[in-house]
């Protein structure tokens, strides 16, 4: 299975970051991240409150070839040089996969190199072995503007979805409440920025789904707390907006704080061998002040040691597509026809995870 080092080219345009990175295994299993180019395109779709998939499709094309370039000359790595090319193929805006999927044929067609179609979800779960190196099995928290999901990640390709969420994503709910007090896109890490002069006891917002036995989460009845709030007290001062902002952000964490204590007390009975669990944090959302501070307890409390990759590989970047395929290929689970192969704008980590409410994948990477 181990075998010399391999060096593989990744791609990632699933969403609103054109991607792509040379990640370097070597001899001993090692991850290295050689370059990581993301270009974000906040920029263009910030006049429209979020992310629109033409705009997004567009600028893909335009950027990918010269974030190609980049990725190489920053690693100083050659095409010939590489062992694979990688991209995301689902799940997310079909526009961008289409681009990033077929320039990464194109790619690996010319250079005579062998393809790995990846799922983006499966690179945000193996992360934490490429930053640290972590064992299986562990946990993993995403929290992003198109997933909230806990996954227990047993194995390169055994991954089981045990909560997911009932309605928006965590960072879709930020995303829609700052819009509703006021704040622009992207609603996230301004309306964390409002907070931070406010008062989170002002306003006892609900706490979903806390003590309640399903695993998953909910976030649409914490939004219309909030919108009732608003118009309640409109129009809104500035100490207003910090202080639904900060109530916001203390409701968030509190109900994260008990889904999550859940998964862990689960994962506790099914692994009695393992001393100290992980459990990864990946997402935007994971740069919240206020939410890793409640992680870090928590893992204190439960004796869980909390892996947070830095913030440039727990958001979106093609490191982790590179790595997840490298993954792949030294456990021998690459793809045979990934040179035919159809991007998917679903695709579930977990194969056997039904839709059990309907759906609750509804954001811009569902
Ligand atoms: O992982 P990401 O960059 O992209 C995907 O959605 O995959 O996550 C973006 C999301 C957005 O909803 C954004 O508002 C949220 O993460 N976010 C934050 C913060 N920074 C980004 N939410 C809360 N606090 C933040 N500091
Ligand atoms: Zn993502």
New binding site residues.
């Given amino acids: 299975m181990m075998a010399g080092p391999l060096r593989v080219l990744g791609i990632e345009t ?4 054109t991607a792509a990175s040379v990640v370097l295994r070597d001899a001993s299993g090692r991850g290295e991240i050689l370059s990581n180019v993301v270009l974000s395109q906040v920029e263009e779709h910030a006049a429209f409150g979020g992310v629109v998939p033409e705009i997004a499709a567009r600028a893909h094309v335009e950027a990918l070839d010269g974030i190609l370039a980049a990725a190489l000359s920053d690693a100083g790595v050659k095409l010939d040089e590489v062992d694979a090319v990688a991209a995301t193929a689902g799940p997310g805006l079909v526009g961008g996969l289409i681009v990033g999927l077929m320039t990464a044929k194109a790619v690996a067609a010319a250079a005579g190199k062998p393809l790995v179609a990846i799922n983006h979800l499966e690179g945000h779960a193996l992360t934490g072995r490429l930053t640290d190196g972590l064992t299986f099995p562990y946990l993993l928290l995403l ?5 909230t999901q806990i996954v227990r990640v047993r194995g390169v390709g055994d991954y089981e979805r045990w909560a997911t969420t009932i309605d928006d ?4 709910a ?2 829609k409440t ?1 819009k509703l007090i006021g704040l622009p896109y ?4 301004n ?2 920025a409002a907070a931070r002069h406010g008062d989170p006891a002002r306003f006892a917002f609900p706490r979903p789904l806390k003590g309640d036995p399903r695993p998953d989460f909910s976030f649409s009845g914490l939004k219309t707390a909030v919108r009732q709030a608003a118009t309640a007290i409109a129009p809104l001062s500035g100490q207003d907006v910090a202080d639904i902002a900060a109530s916001f952000q203390a409701a968030v964490a509190e109900s994260l704080e008990d889904r999550v204590w859940r998964a862990m007390q689960r994962f506790r009975e099914a692994h009695p061998d393992v001393a100290e669990p992980a459990i990864v944090v ?4 994971a ?3 206020t ?1 890793r501070a409640m992680l870090d307890r928590l893992a204190a409390k439960t004796g869980f040691h909390l892996v947070a990759p830095p913030l440039k590989l ?3 970047n093609a490191a982790m597509i590179a790595w997840a395929a490298i993954e792949r290929i030294s456990a021998g689970l690459e793809n045979d026809d990934a040179m035919t192969l159809a991007p998917r704008s679903r695709w579930p980590l977990d194969a056997h995870s039904t839709a059990i409410y309907g759906g609750g994948r509804r ?3 569902a």
Avoid: M, R, Y
């Fill in positions: 699933s969403c609103d970051e929290v992003s503007g198109g997933h994503a965590l960072g879709e930020f995303d700052a992207p609603g996230g890490p309306l964390e990946a997402g935007g959302v740069a919240n002040a939410i727990c958001t979106d954001g811009a990477k």
